[in-house]
């Protein structure tokens, strides 16, 4: 079936540390992958996605790469800043099915 | 452009007792997909409408039902609540339906608490 794995968290970092979250995914064929994030309190945003593999999705600093070969799109940030402080959720779309099917969450917290 | 609207924000129920929560679609839209979010855990589909039809489900009993409006707004129903029902209930709408793989954007929920 379809499913998606996440690191473990909480994840804790300093400011302008780098940033990995690994997001790993089960599904036959071609999905989509998502990367959501989650703020205290308030519903999911869109952070980025990629349609096919070897594409590179990014906003706000943050990059994702679709890796069919290791079935990976690990979540990437050179810098983070305090406001980058949320639960992100990777997800996936599978063509033909009607919902995303996401990962359990990762919590980051970025201290100055 | 208008984004993804729910209300209320927040409910609190008793068990045995019916909810009804609604979502506005973001303009030009015409599809909305229901997610339930339990606490620290990630969304879980519940169903999808399209063009006011459900259009697939997920892993959840009968006594959760909706609907879709002409406007495409919609509606989530959950009859006999139970103590597990509480959870951030998340519409997320987008255009295309039946499989067509296109972007879903999300509300901000309604956070349900059943007593």
């Known amino acids: 079936g379809n499913s998606v794995t996440q690191m473990e968290g909480p994840v804790t970092l300093s400011e302008e540390a780098f940033l990995t979250i690994n997001c790993t995914y089960t599904?036959?064929?071609?999905?989509?992958l998502f990367w959501y994030v989650q703020y205290p309190g308030e519903g999911l945003q869109l952070l980025l996605k990629?349609?096919?593999?070897?594409d590179k999705g990014s906003n706000k600093g943050f990059e994702a790469t679709y890796r069919k070969e290791t079935t990976s799109f690990h979540l990437e940030k050179g810098s983070v800043q305090v406001s980058d402080s949320a639960v992100y959720f990777c997800?996936?779309?599978?063509?033909?099915?009607?919902?995303?099917?996401f990962g359990t969450g990762t919590r980051l917290t970025v201290i100055p | 452009e208008t984004g993804v609207t729910q209300s209320p924000t927040h409910l609190i129920k008793t068990r045995g007792q019916q909810v009804t929560l609604r979502c506005s679609s973001q303009?030009?839209?015409?599809?909305v997909s229901w997610y339930q979010q339990a606490l620290g855990q990630g969304p879980q589909f519940i169903f999808q409408?399209?063009?006011?039809?459900?259009?697939g489900r997920g892993n959840f009993p009968p006594r959760f039902s909706g609907l879709q409006f002409p406007n495409y707004s919609s509606e989530l129903n959950v009859n006999a609540l139970e103590l597990d029902d509480s959870a951030l209930y998340l519409c997320?709408?987008?255009?295309?339906?039946?499989?067509?793989?296109?972007?879903?954007?999300f509300g901000p929920g309604t956070r349900l608490l059943v007593l």
């Open positions: 997320a709408s987008s255009l295309g339906g039946r499989g067509i793989q296109e972007t879903q954007y």
């Open positions: 599904a036959t064929g071609y999905p989509s």
């Open positions: 990629a349609t096919k593999a070897d």
């Open positions: 997800a996936l779309f599978k063509t033909g099915a009607n919902n995303l099917f």
């Open positions: 303009s030009g839209h015409n599809t």
């Open positions: 409408y399209y063009r006011e039809e459900e259009n």
